[in-house]
């Protein structure tokens, strides 16, 4: 969700899936899983997506809510790197395993990421 020019909420149908896309929702379920196991309270979770956001919006990000998931993923990642959850080799290497697999993948075809 963004924010309109008059101060408002920009909000999708009531009707509308709670995720544009699935990878989306993977990175919702992670985080709660994260937490679950205790990488992080709500309240660390909470501070570092604002912090991601923050950092978009100084950026240049216009805040039209499009990239809210991205700023997720990216909240995700810089808590997973401080916590030790994953190395900064670990990350690029399956990013750029990630990249590999869409740029292989027909479109309209699930991308299948191996290891």
């Given at each position: 969700m963004g924010r309109l020019s008059g101060g408002g909420v920009n909000r999708p149908p009531e009707d509308a899936p709670p995720f544009a896309e699935p990878w989306q929702a993977q990175a919702f379920a992670l985080t709660l899983g994260l937490h679950a196991q205790g990488l992080?309270?709500?309240?660390?979770?909470?501070?570092?997506?604002?912090?991601?956001?923050?950092?978009a919006q100084a950026a240049g990000d216009p805040?039209?809510?499009?990239?809210?998931?991205?700023?997720?993923?990216?909240?995700?990642?810089t808590l997973s790197l401080a916590r030790g959850a994953v190395g900064r080799k670990e990350l690029g290497e399956r990013i750029e395993a990630w990249d590999r697999a869409v740029r292989a993948t027909p479109h309209g075809q699930p991308i299948e990421l191996r290891r």
């Open positions: 992080f309270s709500w309240g660390e979770w909470a501070a570092a997506l604002g912090e991601a956001i923050k950092r805040d039209t809510g499009e990239r809210y998931w991205h700023h997720w993923l990216d909240a995700l990642e």
